[in-house]
């Protein structure tokens, strides 16, 4: 169903229907009533800004005067909230955008769970694009914070993060679930993390890593290694190993060092939490 329409006689039972699921305003309105216009305009851009959070019907009272008479409109314009079939609040005449969100929080659900609703819907298709992963993991990252770190806002996100191949921020991610969320979803998480960080323990990474504790200051060694991590998704020890060489020396290997840095920062995106602690040290460095 759309999130604003105009409401009929033909529809009344499918947006009635529709309030048992989600809430539904009604706007009661006539075109040579300025007012009314004026405050379904409101009502308009607001329905626009919030677009899933509830279904803007709008009542034509001179074409549908039958459903207006039905819930007893004596003045226009007349905004009523409708939950599961009732009508349950609402104002006559004319109020600003501040006071009718105002109004609206009160019934309405958090931004979060139509955040963490949307990105589960997009984990749920059949076939899950690298956008669609793209797509999800903002959608739960601005839910995480707007939900203050809810715990099944957090298992989801790291479920994100580890079909990313993203280990280090899934393993962060799961950490700090607490222990009341800690079902059976939690454990099914933890094995696939732990499954995952044993593939990525790959015998050519290990024999690098004997290899460079054995040669420390060969660089062409250590870009070896910081390129096989990264391609094993462990980019919090590949960018740790380059910045220490780079803390030291900004032209290292006559600047590949940090060249493979900037290209690890660069594949991992501006939103990654790690890119960016990164990006961070090297500003620090530089400037």
Request: hydrophobic share 45%; proline share 3%.
């Amino acid at each position: 169903m759309d999130n604003i329409l105009s409401l009929t006689k033909d529809n009344i039972q499918q947006v009635v229907d529709a309030s048992m699921q989600q809430i539904v305003v009604l706007a009661f309105w006539a075109q040579p009533q300025e007012q009314s216009v004026a405050m379904l305009h409101t009502l308009e851009q607001i329905a626009a800004q919030n677009a899933g959070r509830f279904v803007l019907a709008k009542v034509d009272c001179e074409a549908e005067l039958e459903i207006a008479n039905y819930f007893r409109i004596q003045s226009l314009p007349t905004t009523l909230v409708l939950d599961k079939g009732q009508p349950v609040d609402g104002f006559a005449g004319l109020q600003d955008a501040a006071q009718v969100t105002a109004m609206l929080d009160k019934h309405l659900p958090p931004m979060w769970q139509l955040q963490l609703a949307q990105a589960k819907a997009l984990l749920a298709l059949s076939q899950v694009s690298a956008e669609d992963l793209a797509t999800a993991a903002v959608l739960l990252k601005d839910a995480h914070a707007g939900s203050n770190q809810a715990g099944e806002v957090s298992l989801v996100l790291a479920d994100v993060y580890l079909m990313q191949g993203e280990l280090v921020l899934a393993q962060t991610m799961l950490e700090k679930v607490g222990l009341a969320d800690q079902d059976g979803y939690y454990q099914s998480l933890k094995a696939k993390l732990a499954l995952a960080l044993d593939a990525a323990d790959t015998p050519e990474i290990r024999d690098l890593q004997q290899k460079f504790e054995q040669n420390p200051t060969d660089l062409v060694l250590l870009l070896e290694l910081s390129k096989a991590l990264h391609a094993a998704h462990r980019d919090d020890e590949a960018l740790d190993l380059l910045f220490g060489v780079l803390s030291k020396d900004l032209g290292a290997e006559n600047g590949t060092v940090k060249q493979v840095f900037m290209e690890v920062l660069t594949a991992l995106g501006q939103g990654n939490p790690i890119a960016n602690q990164y990006r961070r040290k090297l500003y620090t460095l530089l400037y």
